[in-house]
């Protein structure tokens, strides 16, 4: 991650669906990479905020991004972990990213939807947020997973990532 003596920042964008495993390889790829990770549902919760209500997760995710923006410039790679179920959404931060010079990974975390319902289920059981699968068929019905094609026009994972 350095060119000389300069640290190259990475953005990392962290695609899937609710149980997918975004928090667990978030976590791991900020140590590996010496990255800030923001993770809207648990700021959320630290804040006692509603995690269905949409329009703070958009102010909230508006915010984390202008933070991501300058962690970047200054040279500190960075991990969003909300989802980003969009195609629009994964091409605008991509764009907006190389304009700041930076490297982009978009890590997709795919797993069978019936293994996406029992986590959520089980995750609701001990405390977490109270999706249902009524959610997560919702949430099928609008994610929009990246093709090989989308996934071609972003940067390899570092080696020490993987």
Known sequence: MTAGNTLQPRLVLLCGLPASGKTMLARELADAYGAVRLNPDEWESALEVDPFDEGFQARLEAEFWELAQRL???????????????????DE??????????????????????????????????GGIAITESHMERYRGIFQPPTDEELALYDPPLPESN
Do not use: C
């Open 93 to 126: 931060k991509r764009e907006a990213a190389r304009t700041l010079g930076v490297a982009v990974e978009l890590r997709f975390l795919d797993a069978p939807y019936d293994e996406l319902v029992g986590r959520v289920v089980a995750r609701h059981a001990a």
């Open 72 to 90: 970047l410039v200054l040279g500190t790679s960075v991990v969003l972990e909300w989802g980003f179920w969009a195609r629009s959404e994964r």
